[in-house]
């Protein structure tokens, strides 16, 4: 990889963990509302996985996205007006912190049934099909998801019909508060592919640069002969949503996974390679800083979406 | 004018509008090989092939979410469920996708799918393949409700329904496929949100729809016989529901009956009888009477079914009532 690309890397994933921390410190203040699911401790499958897409490649995933929608390119303005419910927001402050996208980016949202994202994905990637385009659609979903009946339709399907779909496992080890094993017949998710002669992998998911290898030789697949299912391993360092009370596992446990923080991994990988010095990190770290002071004085100057949205938006059509 | 079935009528939307744009594809439970279940669709497969008549698997929940899918991608999709029953095992696809992705993400993108569904008893298919429950669709925002009682109209909001960026549901009556219309030459398209007079009278306003208003007409037939002439209005879109003709009518007849298929409770005529009386309160010369089924799950047995089913009878007794 070339330098320059592993440094925007490394940005990506200081931005994502920056916007997020500061995320959570505004719902604190109650500027946030609704629910708030952080993605911090699960950077490296985001960037990693996303850094692997070609443009024409679509990508979706759960209610968790504010990292997928950081990986896709969107700004951190357009993700921190959202949070804030202002018009600025990607959605136009009506989908808030579960329902980021932006089509032009091709990030098809931030979904919030559990589960029901999947037959979407099998849809987006069953119209590029039907266009004869060589376009993969990448599917970010938890390992709760994969208990439910939409994950079994939707990867039947796709292999059924050979859809170029990339399903995205990510194993952060709990469904909400329930952890794998309590909820699931198998604990190895990617064994759930193979019901469906599925082709299938698990990756470290704390290691952005096995995520963009394991990804790039999937998205290959996927291209050539249909889906493919990928299960990074990886922990989510915060609650499922802010005020989880987080009796379902140890502080010693949390601990441990963030002894291998991705972000810190990657910086040990990019110290290590030489290409990079601390000061060149360090340097990347304070533009970030100025990156999400920026976007929170942008989301707070801008407006709320004009009440006369509210009405007369139900439908696209005329009526009469 | 051609005289044709509501199947015929049906078909020839979904071939007219495949001719059309090639956007347009078909998918759901044996709509392909097999022709359709109501074989709505024969002779498909072999004109479109596989990739634009697509069979699915037995699993509703996908067959709506990848429909949604590939209408966010931009292309058309018909979903057929066999029957509307099927409906609630895709029900978040349904309220939860189609109806709301469009708004909730800002309006980045339209979800133009329709979802074509058979409704309706009648047929002694037990309590779980006999409902009629086309009211719960109509109460989402979001999402048009189509449920038409002629040729003319199934063809003509089929293919509005298809040309459009909006979700539909567009609610066939299993009863109603050989029900014979003149259906006019050429290009058909008819309003969606609008209802229709479909035969004029000055005594009493019924106000139905689907098969209903099958029923309804001979209703009106039979009570013409007496001298009481009924005006029948067609809602033929549940959402978005147009209550014009239906008030310019009670305010002539000041009298009105509601005729569904459905159940009474939380049904179309408490929706319909509750802005009559929000529009037309000074006109009202007796209640508002609503026809509907028996507040029961339907029964296998022909003569109990249709005991619980409206009926033409039940029709000309409520016009009685509110003479």
Known sequence: ?320 | MAIITMREAISQALWEEMERDERVFILGEEVGVWGGTYAVTKGFYDRFGPERVRDTPIAEGVIVGAANGAAMAGLKPVAELMTINFAFMAMDQIVNHSAKLRSMFGGQFTVPIVIRAVSGGGRQLGATHSQTPDVIFAHFPGLKVIAPGTPQDAKGLLKSAIRGEDPVMFIEHATLYQARGEVAEGEVLEPIGVSKVQRPGRDVTIVTYSKMLQTSLQAAERLAQDGIEAEVIDLRTLRPLDMDPVIESFKKTNRAVIAEEGWRSYGIGAEVAARIYEAALDYVDAPVQRVAQKEVPLPYNRELEQMALPQVDDVVKAVREVL
Not at chain 1, 190 to 219: F, S, T
Not at chain 1, 275 to 300: I, K, P, S, W, Y
């Open chain 1, 1 to 320: 990889m070339e330098p320059k690309e592993l440094l925007r890397l490394y940005h990506e994933m200081v931005l994502i963990r920056r916007v997020e921390e500061r995320a959570a410190e505004l719902y604190q203040q109650g500027k946030i509302g609704g629910f708030l699911h952080l993605y911090i401790g699960q950077e490296a499958v985001g960037s990693g996985l996303v850094s692997a897409r070609m443009p024409q490649d679509r990508v979706i995933t759960a209610y968790r996205d504010h990292g997928i929608a950081i990986a896709c390119g969107m700004s951190a303005r357009s993700v921190m007006a959202e949070l804030l419910g202002k018009a600025t927001g990607c959605s136009k402050g009506m989908g808030g912190s579960m329902h980021l996208a932006d089509v032009n980016l091709n990030f098809w949202g931030g979904h919030a049934i559990v589960g029901a994202h999947l037959p979407l994905a099998s849809g987006l990637a069953l119209a590029d099909k039907y266009r004869g385009s060589d376009a993969a659609t990448i599917c970010l979903f938890g390992d709760g998801a994969t208990n439910i009946g939409y994950f079994h339709e939707a990867l039947n399907l796709s292999k059924v019909w050979s859809l170029p779909v990339l399903w995205v496992c990510e194993n952060n080890q709990y469904g909400m508060g329930t952890a794998v094993e309590r909820a699931s017949a198998v604990s190895q998710i990617r064994q759930k592919a193979e019901g469906y002669g599925m082709p299938n992998a698990r990756v470290d998911g704390m290691d952005v640069l096995a995520v963009r290898k394991a990804a790039e030789d999937a998205l290959a697949h996927v291209r050539k002969n249909g889906p493919f299912l990928l299960e990074a391993m990886t922990y989510r360092f915060r609650g499922h949503s802010m005020g989880d009370p987080e009796r379902y596992r140890g502080s010693d446990e949390v601990r441990r996974w963030q002894e291998d923080d991705p972000i810190g991994i990657f910086r040990k990988v990019l110290l290590e390679r030489g290409e990079h010095d601390a000061a060149a990190l360090d340097g990347e770290d304070q533009r970030v800083e100025a990156e999400v002071q920026d976007a929170v004085t942008f989301a707070e100057q801008s407006p709320n979406p004009a009440p006369e949205t509210l009405f007369g938006s139900e439908f696209v059509d005329r009526v009469r």
